[in-house]
């Protein structure tokens, strides 16, 4: 019998938190050894935290991090459990992004990392360097703050697996299971049983089953335990690393841990018998392989991970492991719970008191608040579980004083204490808005202000006329478009100058000190268009809402409805998209669409092929032409096409400032490091939409229009 339980983690760990990140390592460890777990696998980088960034460059973070392995070994906590723990390396003058395994006080192994991640949000290669040595290693020499504690002067440091009594471990590090040649793959060939994988992956709708796909074709052909290792939680970003620890053996996953999460510190373990992996592997062509494959460097360690044939009688008593199906949740559950989580870090982590939103009585902004009702939800859940970190965090921040018992049992009422909207109306308002504004700030609880703003507008009127002369006025006015753009953004900026204002003093208006974060709610199809005021509602402290696609926050609206039980978001849902800036008659009232020129899912369209299949203007007409040719006319998808991109150029700028968004789609225009663009465009295109016209006036027109036409 070779059965061992093995176990990956989930930590939620903050970057330069280094106190707070060694307690929870080590709070791993001793839930593992509670388990009776022989092998313990963290996410990547755990001690400094995987969003240390340019700080990966200084010399502190490696010296704290020297520091924090020192403590780590020190402790009896990590006797007698294999442990593989990740941090920044200083090998030879370069920095290194590395996995420590360690056992008993003792350095078995630094495994560098081999294939970096360097696209999307990832950019590896500005702060490490990978290691192309493969199969080879050299002596690190230690520092002396950890020879004291080893008594080691120097380790293996290079492309090894470490062997045990009974098995074989090879490191595999995030990226590399996504790489064509991944390395687990020359390593099973040698013998290798168990391949961990220490990952700093973040969420992105719909992208957990990608991951999943990989760890279980990593040990479906191949035969093996996979051990995956996750970040979990908003480490100091915009990204939310969502966990999901899992255990793979040959093809199948047998353990996973959650994807959403408020604790600290998820462990999942399983018990498995590597005589399941021999037996999987029993194969001619294989074996032919695996025959003529290069040998890595076996570091020997003395020690078993199993407890041996004498215990055999003990192991069988272990309930088997009964099939397990892994859990994925609906894009809308996602929405639901990914910038939830990602909300309640970054509330506690800031230690302030709450947040502050502006509701408009639109879909985004309803958006935005339901997602911080699904975020008290989840603290009274964690609280009825006993997280008591959670309820900790939540006496600090709704005021209440040292000692007291105070455990949040209700959503509404949670809500009410952290919640702020505001309706901020003009004589551009409708009453519908004010009304479903209102009534969805009283279904989950926040504490609601409502306001005109029309004495401040017209102030600013009032001034531009005294120093210029004139008076501004709307276009249905007889206003120019100039006046009429002008006098819709300084209602929109003054929003913003109102919420801030509000946000720092409303806690002293309730008795309470501190002050609040404000939120934003401009969607990621907005802000690509860039279909926003520059310095309006959208400038906030950050916005849960901000890489979420219109189609997809109707469809999350339209399932709160039914899971939150609010009958209030279905006027939400029917309610016409308008920013309410300009006035209305009996034959004029503002919508979105028709401002843009495009709808919301059109826009979806246009932005997953300018930054996920990379296309440019023209290579984008000629895919279009071909999915959309049934329903309108060449010309017409080149006129959508070009008034796209000229608007997205001419607003490109707005993405300079664009409030730090909750990434969750892979066509975000985010400007900060996911996408990497001028901001200074040749807005008309001239050569490229020059090809486009050419290639549209030869195209014949397949739409429907010309059929019903004909």
């Given at each position: 019998?070779?059965?061992?339980?093995?176990?990956?983690?989930?930590?939620?760990?903050?970057?330069?938190?280094?106190?707070?990140?060694?307690?929870?390592?080590?709070?791993?460890?001793?839930?593992?050894?509670?388990?009776?777990?022989?092998?313990?696998?963290?996410?990547?980088?755990?001690?400094?935290?995987?969003?240390?960034?340019?700080?990966?460059?200084?010399?502190?973070?490696?010296?704290?991090?020297?520091?924090?392995?020192?403590?780590?070994?020190?402790?009896?906590?990590?006797?007698?459990?294999?442990?593989?723990?990740?941090?920044?390396?200083?090998?030879?003058?370069?920095?290194?992004?590395?996995?420590?395994?360690?056992?008993?006080?003792?350095?078995?192994?630094?495994?560098?990392?081999?294939?970096?991640?360097?696209?999307?949000?990832?950019?590896?290669?500005?702060?490490?360097?990978?290691?192309f040595k493969r199969r080879q290693w050299e002596d690190h020499y230690l520092p002396r703050i950890v020879q004291a504690v080893t008594g080691q002067i120097k380790?293996?440091?290079?492309?090894?697996?470490?062997?045990?009594?009974?098995?074989?471990?090879?490191?595999?590090?995030?990226?590399?299971?996504?790489?064509?040649?991944?390395?687990?793959?020359?390593?099973?060939?040698?013998?290798?049983?168990?391949?961990?994988?220490?990952?700093?992956?973040?969420?992105?709708?719909?992208?957990?089953?990608?991951?999943?796909?990989?760890?279980?074709e990593a040990t479906l052909k191949l035969g093996g335990v996979y051990l995956y290792a996750n970040q979990q939680g908003c480490d100091g970003d915009r990204l939310?690393?969502?966990?999901?620890?899992?255990?793979?053996?040959?093809?199948?996953?047998?353990?996973?841990?959650?994807?959403?999460?408020?604790?600290?510190?998820?462990?999942?373990?399983?018990?498995?018998?590597?005589?399941?992996?021999?037996?999987?592997?029993?194969?001619?062509?294989?074996?032919?392989?695996?025959?003529?494959?290069?040998?890595?460097?076996?570091?020997?360690?003395?020690?078993?991970?199993?407890?041996?044939?004498?215990?055999?009688?003990?192991?069988?008593?272990?309930?088997?492991?009964?099939?397990?199906?892994?859990?994925?949740?609906?894009?809308?559950?996602?929405?639901?719970?990914?910038?939830?989580?990602?909300?309640?870090?970054?509330?506690?982590?800031?230690?302030?008191?709450?947040?502050?939103?502006?509701?408009?009585?639109?879909?985004?902004?309803?958006?935005?608040?339901?997602?911080?009702?699904?975020?008290?939800?989840?603290?009274?859940?964690?609280?009825?579980?006993?997280?008591?970190?959670?309820?900790?965090?939540?006496?600090?921040?709704?005021?209440?004083?040292?000692?007291?018992?105070?455990?949040?049992?209700?959503?509404?009422?949670?809500?009410?204490?952290?919640?702020?909207?505001?309706?901020?109306?003009?004589?551009?308002?409708?009453?519908?808005?004010?009304?479903?504004?209102?009534?969805?700030?009283?279904?989950?609880?926040?504490?609601?202000?409502?306001?005109?703003?029309?004495?401040?507008?017209?102030?600013?009127?009032?001034?531009?006329?005294?120093?210029?002369?004139?008076?501004?006025?709307?276009?249905?006015?007889?206003?120019?478009?100039?006046?009429?753009?002008?006098?819709?953004?300084?209602?929109?900026?003054?929003?913003?100058?109102?919420?801030?204002?509000?946000?720092?003093?409303?806690?002293?208006?309730?008795?309470?000190?501190?002050?609040?974060?404000?939120?934003?709610?401009?969607?990621?199809?907005?802000?690509?268009?860039?279909?926003?005021t520059k310095y309006d509602c959208s400038s906030a402290d950050v916005n849960p809402i901000g890489g979420i696609s219109k189609a997809d926050l109707k469809r999350?609206?339209?399932?709160?409805?039914?899971?939150?039980?609010?009958?209030?978001?279905?006027?939400?849902?029917?309610?016409?998209?308008?920013?309410?800036?300009?006035?209305?008659?009996?034959?004029?009232?503002?919508?979105?669409?028709?401002?843009?020129?495009?709808?919301?899912?059109?826009?979806?369209?246009?932005?997953?092929?300018?930054?996920?299949?990379?296309?440019?203007?023209?290579?984008?007409?000629?895919?279009?032409?071909?999915?959309?040719?049934?329903?309108?006319?060449?010309?017409?998808?080149?006129?959508?096409?070009?008034?796209?991109?000229?608007?997205?150029?001419?607003?490109?700028?707005?993405?300079?400032?664009?409030?730090?968004?909750?990434?969750?789609?892979?066509?975000?225009?985010?400007?900060?490091?996911?996408?990497?663009?001028?901001?200074?465009?040749?807005?008309?295109?001239?050569?490229?939409?020059?090809?486009?016209?050419?290639?549209?006036?030869?195209?014949?027109?397949?739409?429907?229009?010309?059929?019903?036409?004909?």
């Amino acid at each position: 019998m070779g059965h061992l339980i093995t176990l990956a983690t989930s930590l939620n760990q903050w970057a330069m938190d280094f106190q707070g990140n060694l307690e929870r390592i080590l709070e791993s460890i001793v839930v593992a050894k509670s388990r009776g777990a022989t092998v313990r696998v963290g996410p990547e980088l755990e001690i400094p935290g995987y969003g240390c960034l340019d700080h990966f460059l200084e010399g502190d973070t490696v010296l704290h991090s020297w520091e924090v392995l020192a403590s780590i070994l020190s402790s009896d906590k990590t006797l007698g459990i294999l442990c593989d723990i990740g941090m920044p390396v200083m090998h030879k003058n370069v920095i290194y992004n590395c996995r420590v395994i360690v056992h008993d006080r003792k350095i078995l192994l630094i495994r560098p990392k081999m294939w970096l991640a360097n696209d999307g949000n990832y950019r590896e290669l500005r702060y490490f360097t990978p290691w192309f040595k493969r199969r080879q290693w050299e002596d690190h020499y230690l520092p002396r703050i950890v020879q004291a504690v080893t008594g080691q002067i120097k380790v293996p440091f290079g492309d090894c697996v470490v062997s045990t009594v009974d098995t074989c471990i090879g490191v595999e590090l995030c990226e590399e299971l996504f790489t064509p040649e991944s390395p687990h793959i020359l390593m099973g060939l040698d013998g290798v049983e168990i391949f961990t994988n220490s990952s700093g992956s973040h969420h992105e709708l719909r992208k957990l089953n990608t991951r999943v796909e990989l760890i279980k074709e990593a040990t479906l052909k191949l035969g093996g335990v996979y051990l995956y290792a996750n970040q979990q939680g908003c480490d100091g970003d915009r990204l939310y690393y969502d966990g999901c620890a899992m255990i793979a053996l040959n093809g199948r996953v047998i353990a996973q841990g959650s994807q959403f999460s408020l604790s600290d510190v998820e462990v999942v373990s399983a018990t498995i018998d590597i005589e399941d992996v021999r037996a999987h592997r029993a194969r001619s062509s294989r074996s032919m392989q695996a025959a003529g494959s290069e040998r890595y460097h076996r570091i020997e360690a003395p020690i078993a991970l199993s407890s041996g044939k004498f215990d055999a009688i003990e192991e069988l008593n272990r309930p088997a492991a009964l099939p397990y199906e892994v859990r994925y949740h609906t894009p809308e559950e996602e929405i639901a719970l990914g910038p939830a989580c990602w909300l309640w870090d970054y509330l506690r982590r800031s230690r302030t008191q709450g947040y502050f939103l502006p509701l408009s009585g639109g879909i985004d902004s309803c958006a935005t608040a339901v997602i911080v009702y699904s975020m008290c939800r989840l603290v009274v859940d964690a609280a009825r579980c006993g997280n008591t970190q959670v309820v900790e965090d939540a006496r600090r921040i709704v005021g209440e004083p040292e000692g007291s018992d105070y455990v949040p049992t209700d959503a509404r009422e949670l809500c009410g204490r952290i919640m702020h909207t505001c309706y901020m109306g003009t004589e551009n308002s409708t009453a519908d808005t004010r009304g479903r504004a209102k009534e969805l700030a009283e279904a989950i609880g926040s504490y609601h202000t409502d306001l005109n703003m029309d004495t401040i507008v017209t102030a600013l009127r009032t001034l531009f006329q005294v120093v210029t002369g004139l008076r501004p006025r709307f276009r249905v006015h007889g206003g120019s478009d100039a006046e009429n753009l002008a006098l819709q953004n300084i209602q929109a900026r003054l929003r913003m100058v109102i919420a801030y204002f509000f946000a720092q003093l409303l806690p002293w208006v309730r008795g309470r000190s501190g002050g609040l974060l404000v939120l934003g709610s401009a969607n990621v199809d907005e802000s690509l268009r860039g279909y926003l005021t520059k310095y309006d509602c959208s400038s906030a402290d950050v916005n849960p809402i901000g890489g979420i696609s219109k189609a997809d926050l109707k469809r999350f609206i339209a399932w709160a409805q039914e899971n939150f039980q609010l009958p209030i978001l279905s006027r939400f849902l029917t309610a016409v998209p308008t920013a309410e800036l300009e006035p209305f008659t009996e034959t004029y009232l503002q919508a979105d669409e028709a401002d843009m020129g495009m709808t919301y899912d059109e826009l979806s369209v246009l932005g997953r092929l300018r930054k996920v299949e990379k296309c440019g203007p023209y290579s984008i007409f000629t895919k279009l032409v071909h999915e959309w040719g049934a329903r309108l006319s060449p010309w017409q998808i080149a006129e959508k096409v070009k008034l796209f991109y000229f608007e997205y150029a001419r607003n490109r700028h707005k993405m300079t400032t664009l409030t730090p968004s909750y990434h969750a789609e892979a066509y975000s225009p985010d400007d900060n490091r996911f996408d990497m663009r001028p901001f200074l465009y040749p807005s008309r295109f001239p050569w490229q939409f020059r090809k486009i016209d050419d290639v549209a006036a030869a195209l014949p027109d397949r739409s429907e229009q010309k059929t019903k036409t004909d």
